[in-house]
């Protein structure tokens, strides 16, 4: 089974709450990372966000099925989770979510599924320095791919895997998300406060929330 090493980390920066939620979790087998954002919510209690993505975390097992089939059913659980959580709160506005996940599956194989542009990118391991390249060659520019919007399969590469909300990513740009895992990533819980911090000190007024995987290299 692949070994993968990841941390989470959500922060309500200048929001008086915090209505995002993350998840970073193995079980039967898949590694399951989840960011949430959410609105719409009563002033007291759990967030939309909490609520989705505990639906997740507390779901029935995910061992059967292609990851295709496994998105969809915890996707399907969070649904009904904030459809029972408007009916226990009708005075309420209608909660509403916004959810990055990816799977990870023994052998790799890696499903993200994502709402939006710039909610999760991969980030793989540099070549090694000077592997074919000729002197005086301008530098490779710094690399994240981002899959867009909708559910993407693929094998994860050894590397990175980066989810994280608008509070992050509108504040921060690609080339120093990528120089800050560069930097920081053989220490995640520091690479994804750095994170944070970066969007905070850029003037995020969103809450922060990260997730960041590492994939072993060969």
């Known amino acids: 089974m692949s070994t993968l090493s990841y941390f989470a980390h959500s922060d309500k920066g200048l929001r008086e709450r915090n209505e995002d939620s993350c998840l970073a979790m193995e079980k039967d087998g898949v590694y399951i990372f989840a960011v949430a954002e959410g609105m719409g919510v009563p002033s007291t209690g759990p967030s939309a966000a909490e609520v989705a993505v505990n639906s997740l975390r507390e779901g029935g097992g995910v061992s059967s099925g292609s990851l295709v089939e496994i998105a969809e059913s915890l996707l399907a659980c969070a649904d009904e989770a904030l459809f029972h959580f408007q009916e226990a709160s009708p005075e309420s506005d209608p909660p509403a979510v916004a959810m990055t996940i990816a799977l990870v599956g023994p052998a790799g194989e890696c499903l993200?599924?994502?709402p939006g542009h710039r909610k999760v990118f991969f980030m793989p391991y540099a070549p090694p320095g000077g592997s074919g390249a000729a002197a005086g060659d301008a530098p490779e520019e710094p690399v994240l791919h981002d899959p867009g919007a909708g559910m993407h399969e693929a094998v994860l590469p050894p590397g990175f895997l980066i989810l994280c909300s608008d509070g992050i990513s509108q504040f921060v740009e690609d080339a120093r998300i990528h120089?800050?895992?560069?930097?920081?990533?053989?220490?995640?819980?520091?690479?994804?406060?750095?994170?944070?911090?970066?969007?905070?000190q850029n003037g995020s007024n969103d809450n922060l929330t990260v997730v960041l995987v590492r994939q072993p290299g060969t």
């Open 179 to 200: 120089g800050i895992v560069k930097e920081r990533g053989d220490d995640l819980e520091d690479a994804c406060r750095k994170l944070v911090y970066e969007a905070f």
């Open 112 to 114: 993200v599924s994502s």
